[in-house]
């Protein structure tokens, strides 16, 4: 099973700008469709984005024109780079690695179940 390591969280002022990586190990980074959430305490898990094993992404409206979620498979690495940055974005943000479902959509990547998750990076962002 592959195991997920997150980084880059931080704390940041309001219009900033981050980037966050997150390391797989243990298995083929490359098969896995792979996915950036954040949960805030006491709700449920949001999807921010979604990137397929063929490359096509998928983002939540609140993330679309400001984040961007890539990969480097030779490197086994999932990158969230975010930009204007806002109060609201702050929360625990965690990587994943999404089970095989044949998604084609944000709403069937945002429910499908998770094959393994890291243990998240703290994005802070003042006002």
């Known amino acids: 099973q592959v195991q997920l390591v997150e980084s880059g969280g931080g704390l940041v002022q309001a219009g900033g700008s981050l980037r966050l990586s997150c390391v797989a190990s243990?298995?083929?980074?490359?098969?896995?469709?792979m996915g950036w959430y954040h949960q805030a305490p006491g709700k449920e898990r949001e999807l921010v984005a979604a990137i397929s094993s063929g490359g096509s992404i998928y983002y939540a409206d609140s993330a679309k024109g400001r984040f961007t979620i890539s990969r480097d498979n030779a490197k086994n690495t999932l990158y969230l780079q975010m930009n204007s940055l806002k109060p609201e974005d702050t929360d625990v943000y965690y990587c994943a690695a999404i089970r095989r479902n044949y998604c084609s959509d944000y709403v069937c990547y945002a429910h499908n179940a998770l094959d393994a998750w890291g243990q998240g990076t703290l994005v802070t962002v003042s006002s």
């Open positions: 243990g298995s083929i980074f490359s098969i896995y469709d």
